[in-house]
């Protein structure tokens, strides 16, 4: 008898948390930048992305970081701002943004191949890039692989150089598969992306400032990271199966390269910045007071500023 009710009430529960999770799987539209919307049909799934800029103006390629809720409008401030001189274009990786997302394991290799065949098939021509985080590591190899592709680099506060070298393991697989699962897993990444979440992950981890994580800023990261099939990206990024490492890529990267550097942030701390630079001559590095992860976005004046001047091949000045 005891046993019966110990199962009606995780019944009870569980069919509760599925209730909950229907309910949340979908809240609203993704954030968005604004520009011409696109869409490219890549190889596993349909792509989103943005445009703003002249035709026939330099390209250059804008990728998010990887984390939950991501997407282009993490370059809200820059978008507008550097298609006075560019043509932007803002993609959305896939599982990420308004791009397709498939329920599938993500891993390291994934970013890369999408910029390589966005950059070879709808840019057509050669486009500097400007990636963040976990994206500015996992781009390396496509740079390595089509330089041709690319022109200059700006990466921001990149990851992976020595960190993140070991696969993710037994505990990462049964990580993953917690997250896959459909009740617990969907409860765990809604607890992940619920408000309280996000403002944890910005005031404390992207930013610096906790006076720029307004509630508008919440809700857009809330309704972008509960979008259906969001879960599956960010399963394989909590569960460590993006990890990559930089080692036997970065001194061969041939392109010029600005290393964009929030110098609060926590999780890639500026420390890090010496291996980028001691192991390639053709990378320069640039420190942004007063910021931390998304130094683009909290500094986004002065970064404009030097993106511009690094791209165009202007000299450049303090700030």
């Known amino acids: 008898m005891r046993l019966r009710r110990v199962l009606g009430v995780a019944g009870i529960l569980v069919g509760g948390l599925a209730a909950v999770n229907r309910r949340l799987e979908k809240v609203g539209e993704p954030a968005r930048l604004g520009g011409e919307e696109g869409r490219y049909r890549w190889r596993e799934g349909e792509l989103a992305y943005a445009v703003a800029g002249e035709a026939g103006a330099p390209p250059v390629l804008l990728v998010h970081g990887i984390y939950a809720g991501a997407?282009?409008?993490?370059?809200?401030?820059?978008?507008?701002?550097?298609?006075?001189?560019?043509?932007?274009?803002?993609?959305?990786?896939?599982?990420?943004?308004?791009?397709?997302k498939p329920k599938r394991r993500y891993g390291p290799e994934d970013v890369a191949a999408q910029v390589e065949a966005f950059a070879r098939d709808v840019i057509g021509a050669r486009a500097h890039l400007v990636a963040s985080s976990l994206s500015a590591a996992l781009v390396v190899p496509a740079a390595v692989r089509s330089p041709r592709l690319f022109g200059k680099l700006v990466l921001v506060c990149p990851t992976g150089f020595g960190s993140l070298d070991l696969p993710s393991g037994r505990l990462g697989d049964a990580i993953h598969g917690l997250f896959r699962a459909p009740v617990i897993g969907d409860g765990l990444y809604h607890a992940i992306v619920s408000r309280a979440g996000i403002r944890y992950y910005l005031g404390r981890i992207a930013y610096r400032d906790r006076e720029l994580v307004t509630e508008d800023l919440v809700g857009a990261y809330y309704r972008t990271g509960h979008q259906p099939g969001a879960k599956s990206l960010a399963a394989s990024f909590v569960s460590g199966k993006l990890n990559f490492g930089l080692k036997g890529y970065w001194s061969r990267v041939p392109h010029k390269t600005l290393l964009a550097w929030g110098q609060e942030a926590r999780t890639t701390p500026l420390r890090q910045a010496e291996s980028f630079t001691k192991n390639n001559p053709r990378a320069e590095l640039r420190v942004f007071r007063d910021a931390a992860l998304l130094p683009h976005d909290e500094r986004a004046e002065a970064f404009n500023k030097e993106a511009r001047k690094f791209l165009l091949g202007e000299a450049r000045t303090g700030s």
């Open 71 to 100: 997407s282009s409008f993490e370059f809200r401030r820059n978008f507008r701002a550097l298609s006075r001189d560019f043509r932007v274009y803002a993609l959305d990786l896939l599982g990420c943004g308004a791009s397709e």
